[in-house]
């Protein structure tokens, strides 16, 4: 069934798993996806961030997911990383069955206003919301500049805003690491300790499977996945361009990418639930 995030972690959180949640950039990424979920028939949360919508449309990633859906594993479209209301409204319009509002940038205060306010517009339309508190490191930052999470305030925030999960920044980044990653895997016990919300991890890609275990099994229950399978879905596609079947029609050579992008969520699917 499509599903909302929600109904997904409360189950997770409960029998000590996580629903991994991948990122998606195209058909062949969603097919890819897809394709793993029915394969185990394990549950998976598709989403996109805002620069994919700018890049592709909002409507246009719900309806290549629901059209490429067969209802073989429970599955909800969210997005990740929503930095505003509108883009919120946005795809909650066009079918996204959960939203994200990120405000980790402001101040607490403001970040409680701005997440209430889409709970507020979420909730009466079944819609679930995942918020974020602390920070989760990008690109150009380094693990000195990510803030940790604090007990205290991510159950206050929780408190005032009824938001149904909360990511929380233990020392994960976005994109490629540069050195080793220290999580802070201590403090994700102690939030999931102290929370009743289901927690996330983001910038998940990169990390070893043992550090992932650990998270699961200190509170973590949704992964979300990017980096690594646009790096899946770049190898397919070399790999395909190279092929002696290729020729001047994308058919013959993205069929690749979709196979490890595949392969990628197969294997990112059992170690989130610990198959």
């Known amino acids: 069934m499509l599903v909302t995030n929600n109904e997904l972690l409360i189950k997770a959180k409960k029998d000590g798993y996580a629903v991994p ?6 058909l062949e990424s969603v097919l890819g996806v897809l394709n793993a979920a029915s394969l185990l028939s394990k549950p998976i949360i598709v989403q996109t961030i805002p620069r994919t919508l700018k890049y592709g449309g909002v409507a246009t990633y719900s309806a290549l997911v629901k ?13 990740d990383h929503g930095g505003d209301i509108q883009i919120c409204k946005d795809c909650i319009d066009a079918g996204y069955t959960s939203v994200m509002i990120d405000g980790s940038m402001l101040e607490f205060d403001k970040n409680v206003e701005l997440t ?4 507020e517009m979420a909730h009466p339309r079944g819609v679930s919301v995942e918020a974020e508190l602390g920070s989760i490191g990008g690109k150009e930052e380094t693990q000195a500049k990510i803030k940790y999470t604090e007990v205290d ?8 805003t009824k938001a149904d999960s909360l990511a929380i920044g233990v020392g994960t980044a976005h994109g490629v690491y540069k050195g080793t990653p220290h999580i802070a895997v201590d403090r994700i016990k102690e939030i999931a300790n102290e929370v009743d919300v289901p927690l996330v991890l983001h910038g998940a890609s990169g990390l070893s499977d043992e550090v992932i275990r650990q998270c699961i099994g200190a509170g973590i229950s949704k992964i979300n996945f990017a980096t ?10 070399k790999n395909g361009l190279a092929s002696e079947k290729a020729t001047y029609d994308p058919k013959t050579y993205l069929p690749y990418a979709i196979e490890e992008v595949q392969n990628a969520a197969v294997k990112i699917i059992k170690l989130c639930e610990c198959i």
């Open 228 to 237: 690594q399978l646009r790096q899946a879905f770049t190898k397919g596609l």
């Open 116 to 119: 209430k306010q889409v709970v």
């Open 153 to 160: 305030e991510a159950v206050k925030f929780v408190e005032l």
């Open 21 to 26: 949640a991948f990122n998606v950039d195209n």
């Open 67 to 79: 059209a490429n859906y067969t209802g073989a594993a429970d599955i909800s479209i969210h997005l």
